[in-house]
């Protein structure tokens, strides 16, 4: 079946610094979602990529879907401790009509 | 104010006992879906339903079983046959726009424990 891995699993950061988490599927995806789940949280959908080699910007965050539509990234530019959380990918295939989701990246920033 | 709320947050059951979590929504959405957290782990799919009477199994379906008999409405049963029911709930539902790919919503969730 459909399997979606991100990595790191765990990344603790310094207020300022930046971050990255990579996620990428053994299959190609029609879409892609990301979502951020605070500690003791639900998941909220932050944004969705659905074209080839799509970057999208949200203030301090960058996303990328790669070309092959089989991975993309999230990028944040000097984090900050309200970025603390973990960040899952979720991509839907061409056939299925539910979204796998990524392992996710547990995100902790400190001063 | 429109939502998704699941109820109880937290649960305490015995072993060898069925429990139901409830998932209600007032978005008007089709589609809502059950999915299974556990520590440190993502999100795994136990059911879910794109129309009221329907539903299909996830990835791990085993010792659950669910109705859809309102579209604002997803009880979730885990039943005695659930091997390892300690874990985090949590119920979602979208839209489905034409595509049928669109972003879910997620409620708070039901922590639930088995002793």
């Known amino acids: 079946g459909q399997q979606v891995m991100q990595i790191p699993q765990y990344q603790h950061v310094q207020e300022g610094e930046d971050f990255t988490t990579y996620c990428n599927s053994s299959t190609t995806l029609s879409n892609i979602q990301w979502y951020k789940q605070r500690p003791g949280g639900h998941p909220v959908f932050l944004i969705q990529l659905v074209k080839s080699g799509e970057v999208k910007k949200q203030k301090r965050l960058t996303f990328q879907f790669g070309e092959a539509k089989k991975n993309s990234s999230l990028h944040i530019t000097a984090t900050q401790t309200t970025d603390v959380g973990t960040y899952f990918c979720a991509g839907f295939t061409g056939t299925a009509s539910k979204l796998t989701f990524g392992t996710g990246t547990r995100l902790q920033v400190t001063l | 104010d429109g939502g998704i709320t699941q109820s109880p947050k937290y649960l305490f059951r015995k072993e060898g006992q069925n429990v139901t979590l409830s998932c209600e929504q007032n978005?008007?959405?089709?589609?809502m879906y059950w999915y299974r957290q556990d520590p440190g782990q993502g999100l795994r799919l136990i059911y879910y339903?794109?129309?009221?009477?329907?539903?299909q199994k996830g990835d791990i379906a085993e010792g659950y079983s669910v109705s859809r008999e309102k579209k604002e409405s997803f009880p979730l049963t885990v039943t005695s046959a659930q091997k390892n029911p300690t874990a985090f709930y949590l119920c979602?539902?979208?839209?489905?726009?034409?595509?049928?790919?669109?972003?879910?919503?997620f409620g708070p969730g039901t922590r639930l424990t088995v002793l």
């Open positions: 339903s794109q129309i009221v009477n329907d539903f």
């Open positions: 979602a539902s979208s839209p489905l726009r034409p595509g049928g790919e669109d972003e879910q919503f």
């Open positions: 978005l008007n959405h089709d589609a």
